[in-house]
């Protein structure tokens, strides 16, 4: 039984058509990611599940509610992390999760809930004077107060630097264990591919796959490149008369070999036979980002 | 520190008044620059006394401190309010509440609580100022003092939330709201009394809301009747700015 369920869903705002034809399903307890470039409609879809837009045609069920005529209900199952939306400057960070709790009727514990998302020593400073990576983790904080059953985070990382995107993953893995079922926004790809159970890539207001991470890259392109400098001199065809081996050039000192599936293993039991040291051995695999490519004709970013 | 069963809007209310006490401008312009007023004119010499030019009342009760109040009363509704719920529809803080059980515009009727008793403190604080330090005589008909002065809030805050509807960001908020101030201003009778001005002005001044708080509390204080076309003035103004900007009004 799944806990969000989006049909044929369109959207058009002032003639220009954001969301065309998006379907999907979300089951509980899963990360459920969406991942398109900006402008995709990713947003837009994401404000119709929780009734922020009403959307033209299509349906949408988010624990069995239609959003707009339950309107009140869901808001109190389902926590949403905004883009763009800031708090006053002055308000501390225990005041905010405080108010926000009065919105719900089953709250979440707040000195728990900063201690979780590591706010506690932050609990009497202002939002101005927080760095980016706290007043993310305060907006995940405020979505989760309400203890809600999904939680969508949009563009969650957006802005942050590498040391803080890391540590907010690990933190949405950890909202995860505590029995969420989380829809997570996204134009980056290693995000997606880090986090996500699954993935619905959507590119101009459409969806175009719905996967495992692995699952697209594997439905996209099996072949694995492998490069290396030969300590000693050996002939193409040793390769070329493998199985799994597609394509053998030599680049400089350098052999490339190309293959499916399980071509390293083969071309390594080769060199071991041979006794040959593979110098400076690469493998360059196929990854969500050639997938995307493949899938949507354009690069994400 | 709130209860924690108090509901969403006490709890916004409550957060809202400790912001705005927070906001080191805020207070401060609006019990300084009234009080600063009333101060200033009051304590010019002769406007403590009674003078023929004011009806046998000093200008003190019957000009200076109705001018004060009305001055207070546009400086919040005009300028404040509406830079405050700009910003906050700028910085997105409409739109997050709008994504939980409250609604957004809960935060905007809170907001507008904290305005209206700040607003109510600093008229006290004058009519008791003035009463106990400068000798002034209280408004005599009190009564309709105080008609005039819910009115003329009702009037002058209606348009506050139409620059707020209208302004896309905190800076046009603050500058449209200054635009209709200083207009106002010199229409209403504030800087030329009314009585001096040509005679198809002296109307304007009434019906325009600041001009008609202002000359409403000006003939109450000496004791007479609030004018009609003041009354319906601030009356058809609150209608129609509210309703305009119920219309117009955008939380994102």
Same mark, same amino acid.
């Given at each position: 039984m799944p806990v969000i369920e989006v049909r044929e869903l369109r959207k058009q705002y002032q003639g220009k058509l954001a969301v065309a034809d998006v379907s999907f399903t979300v089951e509980r307890g899963e990360i459920f990611g969406i991942l398109g470039p900006n402008g995709a409609g990713k947003t837009t879809t994401v404000e119709c599940m929780t009734a922020m837009r009403r959307h033209d045609s299509g349906s949408v069920s988010v624990l069995g509610l239609d959003p707009h005529r339950k309107t009140a209900e869901l808001r109190q199952r389902l926590g949403v992390q905004l883009q763009e939306s800031e708090l006053p400057d002055k308000l501390k960070v225990w005041e905010a999760l405080d108010l926000y709790a009065s919105f719900y009727r089953d709250p979440a514990d707040i000195d728990e809930l900063m201690d979780a998302l590591g706010l506690a020593d932050k609990r009497e400073t202002t939002f101005k004077k927080l760095s980016g990576g706290q007043k993310q983790r305060l907006s995940i904080a405020l979505s989760l107060v309400g203890n809600p059953e999904i939680a969508v985070l949009d563009e969650l990382t957006t802005g942050l630097d590498p040391q803080s995107r890391r540590d907010t993953w690990a933190l949405i893995e950890n909202v995860r264990e505590r029995g969420v079922t989380i829809v997570l926004v996204t134009h980056f790809m290693e995000e997606a591919e880090r986090l996500c159970d699954r993935l619905a890539v959507i590119d101009s207001g459409a969806v175009v796959a719905i996967d495992t991470p692995a699952g697209l890259v594997a439905g996209v392109d099996d072949e694995q490149r492998i490069r290396f400098r030969p300590s000693s001199p050996v002939e193409d065809d040793v390769f070329a008369e493998l199985r799994?081996?597609?394509?053998?050039e030599r680049r400089g000192p350098e052999l490339v070999v190309t293959g499916n599936g399980n071509v390293l293993h083969a071309v390594t039991s080769v060199l071991a036979r041979k006794q040959i040291i593979a110098g400076g051995l690469r493998v360059e695999q196929a990854n969500l980002d050639d997938a995307f490519v493949a899938l949507t004709g354009k690069n994400l970013d | 520190m709130t209860a924690p069963n108090s509901t969403p809007l006490a709890k916004l209310t409550a957060v809202e008044a400790k912001l705005f006490l927070r906001d080191a401008g805020a207070p401060l312009t609006v019990i300084g620059v009234p009080v600063a007023l009333?101060?200033?004119?009051?304590?010019?010499?002769?406007?403590?006394?009674?003078?023929?030019?004011?009806?046998?009342?000093?200008?003190?009760?019957?000009?200076?401190?109705?001018?004060?109040?009305?001055?207070?009363?546009?400086?919040?509704?005009?300028?404040?309010?509406?830079?405050?719920?700009?910003?906050?529809?700028?910085?997105?803080?409409?739109?997050?509440?709008?994504?939980?059980?409250?609604?957004?515009?809960?935060?905007?009727?809170?907001?507008?609580?904290?305005?209206?008793?700040?607003?109510?403190?600093?008229?006290?604080?004058?009519? &008791?100022? !003035?009463?106990? =330090?400068?000798?002034?005589? #209280? $408004?005599?008909?009190?009564? +309709?003092? /105080?008609?005039?002065?819910? %009115?003329?809030?009702?009037?002058?805050?209606?348009?506050?939330?139409?620059?707020?509807?209208?302004?896309?960001?905190?800076?046009?908020?603050?500058?449209?709201?200054?635009?209709?101030?200083?207009?106002?201003?010199? &229409?209403? !009778?504030?800087? =030329?009394?009314?009585?001096? #001005? $040509?005679?198809?002005?002296? +109307?304007? /001044?009434?019906?325009?809301? %600041?001009?008609?708080?202002?000359n409403g509390l000006r003939e109450t204080a000496a004791g007479a009747a609030p004018q009609p076309l003041q009354l319906i003035a601030l009356l058809v103004t609150t209608a129609v700015f509210t309703g305009l900007s119920a219309k117009y009004f955008r939380w994102q």
């Open positions: 799994e081996v597609r394509t053998v | 009333l101060l200033v004119f009051g304590l010019m010499p002769g406007v403590r006394e009674p003078s023929p030019e004011h009806g046998g009342r000093s200008a003190l009760a019957t000009f200076i401190a109705p001018m004060s109040i009305a001055i207070l009363l546009a400086m919040l509704a005009l300028t404040m309010f509406p830079t405050f719920v700009a910003t906050y529809r700028e910085k997105g803080v409409l739109r997050r509440l709008s994504a939980s059980p409250v609604r957004p515009s809960k935060l905007l009727a809170a907001q507008l609580a904290v305005n209206l008793v700040a607003a109510a403190t600093t008229v006290l604080i004058i009519l &008791l100022l !003035g009463a106990l =330090v400068l000798g002034m005589a #209280l $408004p005599e008909n009190a009564a +309709g003092f /105080a008609l005039v002065t819910v %009115l003329g809030t009702a009037a002058l805050f209606s348009v506050g939330m139409l620059v707020a509807a209208l302004s896309g960001s905190a800076r046009t908020a603050g500058g449209i709201g200054t635009l209709a101030f200083f207009p106002m201003l010199a &229409l209403g !009778g504030v800087w =030329v009394p009314k009585e001096n #001005l $040509p005679g198809f002005l002296q +109307g304007v /001044a009434d019906a325009l809301p %600041l001009g008609a708080t202002f």
